[in-house]
């Protein structure tokens, strides 16, 4: 049975899971130290603009433009501050970059371990832990080998925390101010952020109301009306800012619900969030019906009278399902149904596997039996699927491509190379060549340069 206990045999295999799963993220962090190679990668380089990262102004911050000169719909502020902070410490340490990307990984993972006790605190801590083992699998490598993807780490974390403040069941001042900021940091974070706090204030605001009508005192309707219009305003005064400077990219042809390939992308997306990595639509609609299915009944069961913690655990799913959706609608003309399989985008949809456990967890509260069959059969099937998808060795792989990379543009600041470097950067037409965004290393002696510098000068023979 998957209900908590109290008995010693319970605690110990809690204690023995938790050193289990700990043990996975240690290895997977070792094996990302140990391979991280000292050079940018893609989408890093495009934090060498003129004076960048060693001078901070709002203007850079804001800027959406990435590896190419024209506007994206991203705006990673907090990507950029973080970059600056670590150039300022460190002249920007690439590799500790990595190191500290995983580390923040981590914390959201514990976080998550805290939701799901409180959302269905009967459950065994075991249990619990067990599910998060998936979202430690080497299937999200590209994403925990490139520095800049902090910026949906931060996303990540400032939506969850704003959305688990947002609807506790008491509803103190800090915790609307304190949520409703966080969710301004996500949408300056990246533009999953601006998709996911819509979700946020129309949820929010189904949720305030509910809890103002049902009051007869005055002065607590009061509160709960001026609680909403605080957070109406700041993630409303931040959704409207965001739009304020968005410019449709011009790379970008969109695919809208009324097109078939949108729904085969949206569904492919949702089954690579449970480790499938083949082409299946039928199998995305399973994927996608094990989410909908709790949720629906979660709904049903209160009729519609849901605890706060509910209303964020359908917050984060939806909040999910929009991000599918924001990614099918730029990606799929551009990239077809295969593109839904880049593995880029497996850490958006990776946290349903979490949050459709306590869905199911909820709703079969009080029906022990079928709640172990339908969560250790989830639980089975996730073993299944990502069977094929725990080996690290696609980290030493990769390092050593990077290593090659690295000679490259090393060849340019010796003066040999013509600094096309495609394992690192693809220089298409379209994109700001590579030797720009060396060149601005260089200006601002960035760590990585510092080192290769070094090994120029030692190289030259003696006079």
């Not at 739009?243 to 969109?254: G, S």
């Not at 985008?345 to 199911?360: D, G, H, N, Q, R």
Request: aromatic letters at 14%; glycine letters at 8%; charged letters at 15%.
């Amino acid at each position: 049975m998957l209900t908590k206990s109290n008995t010693g045999f319970e605690r110990s295999v809690s204690w023995i899971t938790l050193a289990l799963v700990g043990a996975l993220f240690i290895f997977h962090l070792y094996v990302i130290h140990k391979y991280a190679v000292e050079i940018p990668v893609i989408d890093d380089w495009a934090m060498f603009r003129p004076d960048r990262p060693a001078k901070l102004s709002a203007a850079w911050l804001l800027d959406t433009s990435n590896t190419r000169p024209t506007p994206t719909e991203h705006v990673i502020a907090t990507e950029k501050l973080f970059v600056w902070l670590q150039y300022q410490l460190n002249s920007w340490n690439y590799s500790l970059n990595l190191v500290l990307n995983f580390v923040i990984f981590g914390l959201w993972l514990a976080w998550m371990v805290y939701f799901e006790h409180e959302a269905v605190p009967d459950l065994s801590l075991s249990i619990k832990l067990l599910f998060i083992v998936f979202l430690l699998s080497p299937i999200d490598w590209f994403n925990h080998f490139m520095a800049t993807q902090t910026c949906y780490l931060f996303y990540l974390i400032f939506f969850s925390l704003g959305v688990h403040l947002l609807f506790k069941d008491t509803q103190h001042w800090w915790h609307i101010v304190t949520g409703s900021l966080l969710g301004v940091l996500s949408i300056f974070s990246l533009a999953s952020g601006v998709g996911s706090c819509a979700v946020l204030l129309i949820a929010f605001g189904i949720f305030k109301l509910a809890r103002l009508y049902s009051l007869n005192d005055a002065g607590s309707r009061v509160r709960e009306g001026a609680q909403l219009a605080v957070t109406v305003a700041l993630i409303g005064g931040g959704l409207i800012a965001w739009v304020a400077q968005y410019a449709t990219p011009a790379h970008v042809e969109l695919t809208f619900p009324n097109h078939l390939r949108f729904w085969q992308f949206f569904l492919n997306l949702v089954s690579f969030g449970f480790g499938i990595q083949r082409l299946s639509s039928p199998w995305g609609a399973f994927c996608l019906l094990i989410v909908l299915i709790p949720v629906a009944g979660i709904i049903w069961k209160r009729k519609g009278r849901l605890r706060g913690i509910e209303w964020a655990c359908l917050v984060l799913v939806a909040s999910i399902f929009v991000n599918a959706g924001e990614i099918a609608l730029g990606r799929a003309y551009q990239d077809g149904v295969a593109g839904s399989k880049v593995v880029r985008y497996v850490e958006f949809m990776l946290p349903l596997i979490p949050l459709s456990m306590i869905a199911w967890a909820i709703m079969l509260r009080g029906r022990e039996r079928l709640r172990t069959v339908i969560v250790g059969g989830l639980f089975a099937m996730c073993l299944l699927t990502f069977a094929n998808d725990w080996s690290f060795a696609i980290y030493k792989y990769e390092g050593l491509r990077r290593i090659e990379g690295r000679a490259c543009v090393k060849d340019y600041y010796k003066g040999t190379g013509d600094g096309r470097c495609p394992i690192l950067y693809v220089d298409r037409s379209v994109n700001i060549p590579l030797r720009t965004w060396m060149d601005g290393a260089k200006a601002v002696n960035v760590l990585f340069y510092q080192q290769l510098r070094e090994e120029i000068e030692s190289e030259k023979p003696d006079r």
